[in-house]
């Protein structure tokens, strides 16, 4: 058995985890830090873990996370870099859910997280927690930064056009129209997303400049091998769970005859959670809901030269706790499925 | 035209006031107070307003409300209090959305909202802001306490059963099963009220106390000549407008012969915000939403004693702004309904 | 491994039963019948299926129901009625998630459904499905009637103090004032449901009558032995599942000192899927989502007469698919949970 | 008084058009046909409207739709057509909430709505009702075909970079990523649009062909004199009312100087329905909700040469009844604002 530690439980991708991991056979969770709810069980907080999870919150000094297999960091952007290394010494694996160990340039860090990288050594190190892309990587890595739950589903939708060997489309204008149910913006009392403002109610945000941009241009250009230009628009809408990320891009004169659907098909083949629709579909987010899997339709409307490539995955699960405990999974030799199949809810 | 100033205007009832009063045709809008927002033009913080409300928040110090004719409140409570003395005595009309001078009894309020009452003289001469029991006091006030979102619901809804020579129900036993949207619990940042929290979601809160208690037996005592005993339970909707009463009373024996239908049709003929709906009939809050009009319909299941009565009403109009503009325009000897005929918003 | 057949898929409770039942580690999926769809897999009309659920639909005269162990149906009223005998016939155990069998009295039945029942005969032999109340009689059943959503929320909730062998309170005027969100209409093209009429709305129905006030009648009085009253008051909420029954009945004279929270925690100890709260709590719909829990809560507001009680539900699972799942778990000698631990989804 | 009849007044688009009508100055609510309602109070179906319209339907032919002065059709595809030619000849004139006259050419008119078009010599005469762009013509019009909601939209939000001199952007390409509210869908009772279904969801949807496209592509070359390449996606967002379309436009290499900001408010200065926000907003569809507004914001991402255009309106005004009775005003030489300038309501 796998002993589990979670540092910072009191969130969405927190709980999830919870959920997750409470069912998974293999996991004996040990630990749940919060220096805020010490002694609170946490089923106290999330009444829907009444019975599955007996654990309650203690203090990160008397949590004994040196002591577990792995320890995972569901907290602010911060945290988990001022703690991996310590963890890192005393032979505990770590899988941050934050944004600490995403990005490898720690100037690009600084510029879009406000904050200085206090350990940029281990981000040489540390994995991007995209198994579809790293599994090889990730089975053997000590520090895993997974990532954002936008750029999960927008590099799976690009992955198979730009992971052939030479360009099929024009690489320098792609573009992600992304929407994302509130959950994204976590557990945190904030006046835009209370149900009074965000619901029956539809807007962007970010348009000049979102955190999860940088990160995804990294993974698009470390796919491609070339350079990568992406415009990223995010909405919110008003929904709990889910991303839709509606993606657009050009295929070049010399890639007008391929056949993408099969592409995308025979890409993903052995990819348990990516799963390409049939021709003509419309992947909806709760057919996802609440599971692991990554949904992807492609069109070609008209019959022109622009793709459109629909992509739907839970945020909290693919786009964060599940894809955590998927590469918690393949770091300890499990099958990469384990305590993941769960069927969507639907309604 | 009336010189109208509001203090707090950033919350839920503050945005809707000014939506009313932009458009009424006998106010000008003066001045409204934010010390935080100070200078910043209020269609900036709601867009809505843009092309409707060219005012910007001022500091409380420069707004010159002194000026006005008449103050709304539309703060948390503890504030109207501290101010009402200062303007009443320089003849501005005070109108409180708070709590401040609902409750008779300062005790009573400072059991329920845990401060101390600065001037419980004023209590005396507050007049309880509901036209459709006090219109003939509020003609003549400088100095209202407009009553809460749910007990307005309450009282309309028992108030034909109560305000009979003799009781027609057991008056010691009356229950109020309420169910509310979100606005309810205001503009402020916090967990409980988020969308990912409250939406797809349903719960009870407060079953062992709610503020709305007292003030609701108070006012159900005063039409009633007579003790009263109500439970009262309130319920937190995942929609953002409307208050849904579910009313129940047991007839005594000596008026099971009543016509409740007509009791109650005759008892609201002359109030133009109260209709009662056809026999049968099950209200819908959208029936109401954006309007200043109360919906009542009454049940008797089964033909027996119990009688069921529903009552919706838009918690932000009926509820709140709008029934603070009914109680100005009777203030001020203008048309009761003026400004407040707005077709409700459905779907 | 139990085969099972499933007749009528294409509603919420059967998509609810196919996600239940493709987990469940001793079941395997025979067939599933729509005359409408035959031959279409059941993952294209419910693409969170795919990948778990393999099976086409068939048309009703090959699906050789015959060979199943158990089938379930989750059909229209008057569906179940019609094979029940020819199944039985054949060795074939009966799970009707609809009305058919619910209800013993056969005029009561066609009062309130408006057909004649084709079976009455079988009607004494049905078991009710609550096995809160008839797991020694469900354990050895061949036909069970499933209880309706509403009538396990309102009979779980009531039962404590219905089954002592003395009135402890005044069984003759017990008031549910229940709440549901719009799965329990249903997967029908109607217009009431529709999210622009149903969303941002809230409603009661059904006042002067709905069905499951004679089911629920029945299975109060099965329990306390005794007549009982109910005034039973249901209403629509905007989200997707979940039940929310506030329930009313006041203590005699005699009955006020005893502990109801005690009571209730003592009654429910051995039951793995009634969860009594600690006192004081306010259960949400949501703390049970897609799981087969119910939860309780007790209050006795202002130390008064009148108990509150508060019981939360997914209506799909323990007010359907769920419960299905759990009586046959029974049926064929299994661990009562099996397949059934969930973790509810939250948020 | 301008004496006004609707057909077909029992969907969204109707109840809309009485909820506007029926507060506007200069009108007189006639007559109101459906053959099913016959007899029916509009004010039974549509409680919102009771106190405020106190028509009831009426048949076809007991309707003397020749006595009005204007005809709005909120029907179907295929009724305004066939009727339209018996109304202009009494002297009435008539204004299509549906596509009968949106479309100039009758081919593309048949295959994309399944229909032959019955009066094609009507189409020649037939005013595209689009104010900012036709509104000279709309007030010479007898005969109005009133845009789609989603066009709209989009061409107000492309109309001032097309109506250039020579092309700013690439027009060849122009990408429009929509998202409606479901109330676009109409009162239709179908399952895809339950809130059961559509609720806590997002999906794209006939990305492969949509009848808004050749109406949008139509007007859009209308505007701009040449030819326009449009692709467009539209999706489903769980909310009531609004339309929010991103739209994405590459600025050509020569453009790249230009202050788009100034030259939409300038485009729009005098357009009373547009809002062109400050530099760097976000609009939201509830800052329009329930009024004729339209909101408009401008992104140029990273600064490059893509530009990203945000546009907001209430589908059921701005998108549809709103902007018929914006077309009526012009018809009849009133003020273009006339009882349009609700002010939008939030929260």
């Known amino acids: 058995m796998i002993k589990v530690g979670i540092v910072g439980g009191t969130g969405y991708t927190g709980v999830e985890l919870l959920r997750l991991l409470a069912a998974h056979p293999q996991v004996t969770l040990s630990s749940i830090t919060s220096r805020k709810e010490?002694?609170?069980p946490v089923a106290e907080m999330f009444p829907s873990l009444r019975g599955h999870v007996s654990l309650a919150f203690s203090a990160p000094e008397k949590a004994r996370l040196d002591q577990c297999d792995v320890v995972f960091f569901a907290t602010p952007h911060g945290v988990a870099m001022s703690q991996a290394r310590e963890l890192l010494a005393a032979g505990v694996k770590v899988i941050d859910l934050a944004a600490d160990?995403?990005?490898?340039?720690?100037a690009v860090f600084e510029q879009w997280y406000g904050m200085p990288h206090s350990c940029p050594d281990l981000l040489a190190e540390a994995v991007y927690g995209l198994p579809e892309v790293n599994r090889k990587a990730i089975r053997t890595a000590r520090l895993i930064g997974l990532p954002g739950c936008y750029p999960t589903s927008m590099q799976l939708g690009f992955k198979p056009l730009l992971s052939q060997g030479k360009p099929l489309v024009n690489e320098s204008a792609l573009i992600a129209d992304c929407k994302s149910g509130v959950s994204g913006a976590g557990r945190k009392a904030e006046v835009h997303t209370l149900l009074a403002e965000a619901s029956d109610n539809f807007k962007a945000y970010?348009?000049?400049g979102h955190r999860h941009l940088p990160e995804t241009v990294q993974g698009l250009q470390a796919i491609a091998g070339r350079a990568v230009g992406l415009t990223f628009v995010p909405h919110l809408v008003p929904?709990?769970?889910?991303i839709h990320s509606t993606l657009?891009?050009?295929?070049?004169p010399e890639a007008r005859g391929i056949d993408v659907q099969s592409l995308y098909e025979q890409h993903y083949a052995d990819d348990p959670f990516v799963d390409v629709l049939p021709a003509g579909s419309h992947p909806e987010t709760r057919s996802v809901r609440a599971s692991n899997m990554c949904r992807i339709a492609l069109h070609r409307p008209g019959g022109g030269d622009l793709l459109v490539i629909l992509v739907v995955e839970d945020n909290l699960v693919k786009g964060a706790a599940g894809q955590g405990v998927q590469c918690m999974n393949l770091m300890f030799g499990l099958e990469e499925t384990m305590g993941l199949m769960h069927?969507?809810?639907l309604p």
């Open 38 to 40: 010490d002694g609170m």
């Open 101 to 106: 160990f995403r990005i490898k340039d720690s």
């Open 206 to 208: 970010g348009v000049s």
């Open 239 to 242: 929904m709990i769970r889910g």
């Open 248 to 252: 657009y891009a050009t295929l070049l």
């Open 343 to 345: 069927v969507p809810i």
